[in-house]
T-cell receptor, first 113, second 108 residues
Framework: EAQVTQNPRYLITVTGKKLTVTCSQN?????MSWYRQDPGLGLRQIYY???????DKGDVPEGYKVSRKEKRNFPLILESPSPNQTSLYFC????????????FGQGTRLTVV | GEDVEQSLFLSVREGDSSVINCTYT??????LYWYKQEPGAGLQLLTY?????DMKQDQRLTVLLNKKDKHLSLRIADTQTGDSAIYFC????????FGQGTELSVKP
């Protein structure tokens, strides 16, 4: 089954404690991206990757890092989380940047206290 | 910059039609999308329309595009309780830009 898998689904952490949210896709997609969803703001892109070892900032990259060492994986790293990073995070993938359909993961709800 | 706007809430009775509206600013958009997000789930592509089309119909869903006014709408006919969800409008010029989402509540 074609899917995008994120882990964990829920995470509560403390300010400053490094964390990684994993994302994996099994569709051999080249393009992957991370979004955060906040009430009244919709989805905002954090980072995206056009292919292996190619990443770039989205609209709200501050406080986040990503890596793309393999095509299928695109982890989101918060080196020093802060409460304003409490949000619902989605990973998405598609064939390329202009592909019609993006496939989304189930989401990771992160709370930073 | 590019922007996509939606109203935040819509409440309808089961069996009625729902119309969710969206406005966008990027005139270079090639595709416009409607995504559905059910509680606790990710986004699922419902339908999309190419920018040179005015209308697209798919079973209970009708998408209308007014390119001059940069207005997109999604009509759901015979709305069911299972249609309760958040609906996101999105446009793609160079990248995908989402609206805030419209929470559709369907009352029996």
């Amino acid at each position: 089954e074609a899917q995008v898998t994120q882990n964990p689904r829920y995470l509560i952490t403390v300010t400053g404690k490094k964390l990684t949210v994993t994302c994996s896709q099994n569709m051999n997609h080249e393009y992957m991206s991370w979004y955060r969803q906040d009430p009244g703001l919709g989805l905002r892109q954090i980072y995206y990757s056009m292919n292996v070892e190619v990443t770039d900032k989205g609209d709200v990259p501050e406080g986040y890092k990503v890596s793309r060492k393999e095509k299928r994986n695109f982890p989101l790293i918060l080196e020093s989380p802060s409460p304003n990073q409490t949000s619902l995070y989605f990973c998405a993938s598609s064939w390329d940047r202009v592909d019609t359909e993006a496939f989304f993961g189930q989401g990771t709800r992160l709370t930073v206290v | 910059g590019e922007d996509v706007e939606q109203s935040l809430f819509l409440s309808v009775r089961e069996g009625d039609s729902s119309v969710i509206n969206c406005t966008y600013t990027d005139s270079s958009s090639t595709y416009l999308y409607w995504y559905k997000q059910e509680p606790g789930a990710g986004l699922q592509l419902l339908t999309y329309i190419f920018s040179n089309m005015d209308m697209k119909q798919d079973q209970r869903l009708t998408v209308l595009l007014n390119k001059k006014d940069k207005h997109l709408s999604l009509r759901i006919a015979d709305t069911q309780t299972g249609d309760s969800a958040i609906y996101f409008c999105a446009e793609k010029g160079g990248k995908l830009i989402f609206g805030q989402g419209t929470e559709l509540s369907v009352k029996p």
